[in-house]
């Protein structure tokens, strides 16, 4: 490590940098809630800890769940103390699309209005809530040499749909079985055979697009995308170049009973408030 780079994670350090305040209520008498899990040592570390590891890395993923606003906040805290330690160069978003990119390079640079405003110049999609990317987007408008988008947009994923490209042989039999299984649960088996080959596709070619623009991006780069994306088995770092150096998973988790993961799946675990779980397919019968 250099010297300098050594010197600012040691003044981060001693200065505290202080972790935004819990605003899930599940899970908060964990004795490990807000550390992080490190699958290749099976042991715990501090978010700081995190940030010295991350700091020389020139790409990370950060795996997220989309509706968990704990997520959000800390991938702001995480994104802003590796700023002190380094600049960031590119910060790329699952939630951009590449008819988009054009909307925000005309923004940066410039004094950014109010939410409404700047959600009608970017032509934010309704589906990512804005009270929890807002300031992530705000801070890659402003900080970061680059804001990228890192999907596909509508047309292109609406195409994949309708002429479903094989699936690469990459992908382990084990990985299609969840994949699989992840789309059919989540249409609460109301999906056919011909839906699944198409929604597996469209979910393949937003890995392979992830993994080609951040492999692309000036670095130090780092990604935000839904958790499934940024597994190290099945997402995007399946499609990851193989001369590129392999970019540091971190997934975001709530709290819940399940194993903690292996290597295969990520390289560190940060430990989160859960949301209060959602029937979604009861939501659907009663529709």
């Given at each position: ?222 990604l935000l995308a839904g958790n499934y994306h940024a597994r190290r088995d099945l ?53």
């Amino acid at each position: 490590m250099k010297p300098m780079l050594l010197v600012l994670l040691l003044s981060l350090s001693a200065c505290g940098a202080s972790l935004p305040s819990w605003q899930g209520s599940e899970g908060l008498a964990d004795p490990h809630l807000g550390q992080v899990w490190v699958t290749a040592e099976q042991r715990w570390i501090t978010p700081q800890a995190l940030v010295e590891r991350l700091a020389p890395a020139p790409y990370v993923v950060v795996g997220e769940q989309h509706d968990n606003p704990d997520h959000h906040a800390l991938q702001l805290w995480l994104l802003q103390r590796l700023q002190a330690a380094r600049p960031q160069r590119s910060l790329l978003l699952e939630m951009l699309q590449p008819a988009q990119q054009a909307r925000v390079a005309a923004l940066k640079g410039t004094s950014l209005p109010g939410d409404a405003a700047l959600q009608e110049q970017l032509d934010w999609q309704p589906g990512w809530d804005w009270a929890m990317y807002g300031p992530l987007v705000r801070w890659g408008l402003d900080v970061p040499a680059q804001l990228l988008a890192a999907n596909l947009d509508g047309d292109t994923m609406m195409t994949l749909y309708r002429r479903p490209p094989p699936l690469s042989p990459r992908y382990s039999a084990e990985a299609v079985r969840r994949l699989r299984d992840t789309i059919e649960a989540s249409h609460c088996g109301r999906i056919d055979e011909q839906q699944v080959t198409a929604m597996l596709a469209i979910q393949q070619a937003r890995d392979q697009a992830m993994a080609a623009a951040l492999a692309n991006a000036p670095t130090p780069a780092l990604l935000l995308a839904g958790n499934y994306h940024a597994r190290r088995d099945l997402g995007m770092p399946v499609h990851w170049p193989r001369a590129s150096a392999a970019p540091v998973i971190v997934q975001l988790q709530g709290v819940s009973a399940g194993a903690l993961p292996g290597a295969q799946q990520t390289d560190y675990l940060w430990l989160t408030p859960a949301t209060p779980e959602r029937d979604y397919c009861a939501d659907w019968e009663s529709d």
